[in-house]
């Protein structure tokens, strides 16, 4: 019989929240709105900085696909 107060040994189990993936599909970056530019002409525009984000991002994407062959993001490439 057990003491009082003692507990049984726990299994180390992983919660599916925690793993983590070495090599995890990029994700896009988030769009600005329209009411983000303030209309001076800034070099860079936030939407020119979004552009060159958008654009390493579909790089990565492409590259992580040809890591990946047989998995397909769930929504469509940006």
Do not use: I
């Not at 009082?4 to 995890?24: Q, V």
């Not at 939407?47 to 992580?64: H, S, T, V």
């Amino acid at each position: 019989m057990a003491a009082l107060g003692a507990r049984a040994p726990r299994r180390a189990t992983m919660s599916p929240m925690l793993r983590t993936d070495p090599d995890p599909m990029p994700q896009p970056p988030a769009q600005p709105d329209l009411n983000d530019c303030c209309g001076s002409g800034c070099n860079p525009c936030v939407f020119d900085l979004y552009d060159a984000a958008l654009e390493r991002y579909r790089e990565a994407l492409r590259a992580w696909r040809e890591r990946h062959p047989g998995e397909e993001p769930d929504a469509p490439a940006g």
